[in-house]
């Protein structure tokens, strides 16, 4: 594998780190879980997407900057480096956008792209139901075809940041006599079409992170379908394969997090060497995000090659968000049981990642549901 950069991709880098050293706002945002942090963030998304910097992959007459997944990376590296903005639209630009770009009709993209990517609409996803979390084969909300419209009736739980967005893409079983992965069509559904009904759902943080959208004879369009009716399953694994392969958690993210962790043990080093352990759990953390970074690098050129990501990207998802619950843990094992009390932006920063570090074993497909795709598809173990 070729670790150098082109000229081309040099000079890239120069230009994003010259913009970003500009634009990047100088004071936080707010959490993007309230609705004056939202729209402050939407706004920000939009400011990068006037520059083609909120999608760089996509074509530029849909509103990114036609580049390659080499520059995302190259982009991604100056952006955490940066301290910039988290990035508020995710669901939307890294995971549907995509989603669009391989099963969506022309028509699609044109009337859903470019507002994507200038954040007019922004999106939460619609996986999980009440009874069917992980095992997103036991969807059981119903969208039944009645001439040109789909009919929907059920409820989607977990939605991040349904509150604030005006779409959501899900999942529903558009044949009532099918099971599991069978009679499931993928469709796009406007937030505010009558017979919906959102309610917030606080995180550990007490914030309205997610949500519970019930829909009661909501009607959709047979355009807002993606893909055949009776094939969301294979529309959807391509969404989680993007979600758990690669685009959703980029290694910047995770080399920014090492480097500011060993900022933290160098600073309180006296107190942390009383546990030996500390100084070997922050080298682990550092090594992590330096060999997710290669590995991420690797699975581009795969990529590139005409590769495509299946059940590998369940390793994929299992390593990135592990990786992060041990960084914070071990943040917090070095700022000691009273950090809570600390009032300094950096410490609350550790407390609020170590929250919703606690999460990432769960959503994108909870850690044990990923080891059995890998036991199954990838080692060819059988079934208990």
Same mark, same amino acid.
């Given at each position: 594998?070729?670790?150098?950069?082109?000229?081309?991709?040099?000079?890239?880098?120069?230009?994003?780190?010259?913009?970003?050293?500009?634009?990047?706002?100088?004071?936080?945002?707010?959490?993007?879980?309230?609705?004056?942090?939202?729209?402050?963030?939407?706004?920000?998304?939009?400011?990068?997407?006037?520059?083609?910097?909120?999608?760089?992959?996509?074509?530029?007459?849909?509103?990114?900057?036609?580049?390659?997944?080499?520059?995302?990376?190259?982009?991604?590296?100056?952006?955490?480096?940066?301290?910039?903005?988290?990035?508020?639209?995710?669901?939307?630009?890294?995971?549907?956008?995509?989603?669009?770009?391989?099963?969506?009709?022309?028509?699609?993209?044109?009337?859903?792209?470019?507002?994507?990517?200038?954040?007019?609409?922004?999106?939460?996803?619609?996986?999980?139901?009440?009874?069917?979390?992980?095992?997103?084969?036991?969807?059981?909300?119903?969208?039944?075809?009645?001439?040109?419209?789909?009919?929907?009736?059920?409820?989607?739980?977990?939605?991040?940041?349904?509150?604030?967005?005006?779409?959501?893409?899900?999942?529903?079983?558009?044949?009532? =006599? +099918?099971?599991?992965?069978? #009679?499931?069509?993928?469709?796009?559904?406007?937030?505010? /079409? &009558?017979?919906? $009904?959102?309610?917030?759902?606080?995180?550990?943080?007490?914030?309205?992170?997610?949500?519970?959208?019930?829909?009661?004879?909501?009607?959709?369009?047979?355009?807002?379908?993606?893909?055949?009716?009776?094939?969301?399953?294979?529309?959807?694994?391509?969404?989680?394969?993007?979600?758990?392969?690669?685009?959703?958690?980029?290694?910047?993210?995770?080399?920014?997090?090492?480097?500011?962790?060993?900022?933290?043990?160098?600073?309180?080093?006296?107190?942390?060497?009383?546990?030996?352990?500390?100084?070997?759990?922050?080298?682990?953390?550092?090594?992590?995000?330096?060999?997710?970074?290669? =590995? +991420?690098?690797?699975?581009? #050129?795969?990529?590139?090659?005409?590769?495509?990501?299946? /059940? &590998?990207?369940? $390793?994929?998802?299992?390593?990135?968000?592990?990786?992060?619950?041990?960084?914070?843990?071990?943040?917090?094992?070095?700022?000691?049981?009273?950090?809570?009390?600390?009032?300094?932006?950096?410490?609350?920063?550790?407390?609020?990642?170590?929250?919703?570090?606690?999460?990432?074993?769960?959503?994108?497909?909870?850690?044990?549901?990923?080891?059995?795709?890998?036991?199954?598809?990838?080692?060819?173990?059988?079934?208990?």
């Amino acid at each position: 594998m070729d670790l150098n950069y082109t000229p081309e991709q040099q000079a890239f880098r120069q230009e994003v780190r010259a913009w970003l050293r500009k634009h990047v706002p100088r004071e936080p945002l707010g959490s993007y879980d309230t609705r004056e942090g939202f729209e402050r963030h939407r706004a920000w998304e939009a400011e990068l997407a006037e520059h083609g910097y909120s999608s760089i992959t996509w074509p530029k007459e849909l509103g990114g900057l036609g580049c390659g997944l080499i520059e995302w990376l190259v982009f991604e590296e100056e952006y955490w480096a940066a301290d910039a903005p988290m990035r508020v639209n995710q669901n939307g630009i890294l995971l549907l956008g995509p989603t669009l770009m391989e099963f969506g009709t022309p028509e699609q993209k044109a009337r859903f792209l470019p507002r994507m990517a200038r954040c007019d609409d922004m999106w939460a996803q619609g996986w999980s139901e009440p009874n069917a979390g992980s095992d997103m084969a036991a969807i059981s909300s119903r969208a039944i075809r009645d001439g040109d419209h789909y009919v929907i009736n059920g409820q989607k739980t977990w939605s991040t940041r349904a509150l604030f967005a005006n779409w959501i893409f899900g999942l529903f079983r558009s044949d009532p =006599a +099918s099971s599991r992965h069978h #009679g499931l069509s993928y469709l796009l559904v406007p937030l505010d /079409a &009558e017979g919906i $009904t959102i309610r917030p759902i606080k995180a550990l943080n007490g914030k309205d992170a997610f949500a519970e959208v019930f829909f009661n004879d909501v009607r959709v369009p047979v355009d807002n379908r993606v893909g055949e009716e009776g094939q969301g399953w294979h529309v959807a694994m391509a969404t989680a394969g993007f979600e758990r392969g690669l685009l959703l958690r980029s290694p910047a993210r995770y080399q920014r997090n090492a480097r500011k962790l060993v900022e933290l043990y160098r600073r309180h080093r006296a107190q942390a060497d009383r546990d030996p352990a500390l100084r070997e759990a922050v080298l682990r953390a550092w090594m992590g995000a330096e060999a997710y970074t290669l =590995a +991420s690098y690797h699975t581009v #050129g795969r990529l590139q090659k005409g590769a495509r990501i299946g /059940a &590998e990207s369940s $390793t994929n998802k299992i390593f990135w968000s592990e990786l992060d619950l041990d960084m914070h843990e071990t943040a917090m094992h070095i700022l000691g049981a009273r950090a809570e009390l600390i009032d300094d932006p950096e410490v609350h920063e550790w407390l609020e990642g170590f929250l919703f570090a606690q999460a990432g074993p769960i959503y994108a497909g909870s850690n044990e549901i990923q080891r059995n795709i890998i036991a199954e598809r990838m080692l060819g173990l059988p079934k208990n």
